[in-house]
């Protein structure tokens, strides 16, 4: 039976990036995907992911998207491909509250000082800037905003494509359409067997980046921890001038409200007036399974994102595109990247709740170093398990 130092399981944005990084590192490495990444059932497929390089969900994690920002702009130096634009991002909100985002308290507050913690190029805007830089918007008058000309977008469905072939060109074995049914391990910390749809495997170690799935492979208590929600992603055709909308004018963004129900984010208009301009909010009320994803978004859900984006953006009635997507959720909207208690050789990495994209390239890294050399090169103690039980 021919074994692996280590096996992926999932190859999504993170699984594609810890097969890249590990096989690089000289790993024997297999991966498993039970659809054929990069798919429309999981969390990584809609075009684009926003990426910001000075984050307010934590200090911990800028250094984690300067290190993916470095990683891909390698793979686009090395490939030719076109990964990430980094056409501006802006951020903004009321003065006058401690805007939460991710269930942090003054997200934008956070945000400016990442800025200055890691040197991160940025200025903060008054009302009357954000009037004359980004007229684009209809603003109530209150806001301030933090503007980051270094973030941009991602094209999440190349970024896991590509880092997928080059993870085969260094030796990786990538089985598509396979699905994992359990990974027990051989004894000791060392060593896992692998059961798929279509046989069995053996490796040293493994990686779980089975995203929205990822309850399939975790103790009983854990499970509870991780909770799935539908997101819907829609592209609105632009009322007016169009062009005001390109990526030369208009950047990614995130607008905060008074409320959580308020925020919303999007994108400039990517492919040309046609393809209109993608927005989307968030919602943590319904959850759901990933196998249950309800795909089709309904008439009444378009009505109610237009009548929320028509108060802040020119946009028209006519929906050109919509598409559901799933977060995965833990209850400090924190990452889980560590190994399971019981079984250090298997390794849980799950950058969820909604901000994972753009880190996905660094963490592939972090787990490489993990697997190799028993530690990682930033700090990632506080996306430990034990702090959800
Ligand atoms: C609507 C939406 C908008 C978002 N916006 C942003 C953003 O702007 N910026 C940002 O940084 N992040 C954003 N995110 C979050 C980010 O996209 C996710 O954190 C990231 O894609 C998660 O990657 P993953 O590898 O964990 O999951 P996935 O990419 O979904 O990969 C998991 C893979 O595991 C496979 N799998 C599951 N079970 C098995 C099994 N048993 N056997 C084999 N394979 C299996 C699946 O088929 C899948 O391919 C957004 C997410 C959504 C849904």
Redesign the pocket.
């Known amino acids: 039976m021919k074994s692996y130092d280590c096996a992926i399981?999932?190859?999504?944005?993170?699984?594609s990036a810890a097969a890249f990084q590990l096989s690089k590192s000289g790993q024997k490495v297999i991966g498993?995907?039970?659809?054929s990444?990069p798919?429309t059932?999981?969390?990584?497929h809609?075009d684009?992911?926003?990426?910001r390089q000075a984050i307010g969900e934590g200090s911990v994690y800028s250094p984690i998207a300067l290190l993916s920002n470095a990683i891909w702009r390698e793979i686009e130096t090395q490939t030719g491909e076109d990964l990430f634009t980094a056409c501006g991002g802006l951020l903004f909100g009321p003065r006058d509250v401690k805007t939460t985002q991710h269930r942090k308290v003054d997200f934008l507050g956070e945000t400016i000082r990442a800025a200055e913690q890691y040197n991160v190029p940025h200025e903060v805007l008054d009302i009357d800037d954000l009037k004359r830089r980004f007229p684009q918007f209809c603003y109530e008058g209150n806001e301030f905003g933090y503007y980051e000309p270094g973030a941009g977008f991602l094209r999440?469905e190349r970024c896991?494509q590509t880092q997928l072939e080059l993870a085969k060109t260094l030796g990786a074995t990538i089985h598509f359409d396979?699905?994992?049914?359990s990974i027990e391990p051989t004894g000791g910390d060392c060593g896992v067997r692998i059961t798929?749809s279509s046989g069995e495997y053996f490796a040293d170690a493994a990686v779980v980046?089975?995203?929205?799935?990822v309850q399939?492979?975790l103790p009983e208590n854990l499970k509870k921890h991780f909770q799935v929600f539908r997101?819907?992603?829609f592209w609105f055709e632009v009322e007016g001038e169009a062009s005001l909308f390109s990526k030369e004018r208009f950047p990614v963004y995130i607008r905060l409200g008074h409320h959580s129900d308020d925020m919303f984010?999007g994108f400039p208009a990517i492919d040309g007036p046609n393809g209109g301009i993608k927005v989307?909010a968030e919602q943590f009320e319904e959850a759901t399974s990933?196998d249950n994803l309800q795909k089709e978004v309904s008439p009444s859900e378009i009505e109610a994102m237009v009548a929320h984006i028509k108060r802040y953006l020119p946009i028209t009635n006519r929906c050109i595109r919509s598409a559901a997507?799933?977060?995965?959720v833990t209850p400090d909207s924190d990452f889980v990247i560590d190994r399971l208690p019981d079984s250090p050789q298997i390794i849980l990495?799950?950058?969820?709740?909604?901000?994972?994209?753009?880190?996905?390239a660094g963490i592939g890294k972090l787990l490489s170093e993990l697997v190799v050399r028993g530690e990682t090169s930033l700090d990632i103690s506080s996306f430990n398990l034990r702090r959800l039980t």
Not at 32 to 35: E, N, W
Not at 48 to 51: C, F, M
Not at 349 to 359: E, I, Q, R, Y
């Open positions: 399981i999932g190859l999504g944005a993170v699984g498993f995907d039970k659809f990444p798919h059932n999981g969390s990584s809609g684009t992911r926003i990426t999440p896991v396979e699905a994992v049914l798929t980046s089975s995203g929205a799935w399939e492979f997101q819907v992603l984010y989307a990933a997507c799933l977060y995965t990495a799950s950058p969820c709740s909604g901000h994972g994209f753009k880190h996905s």
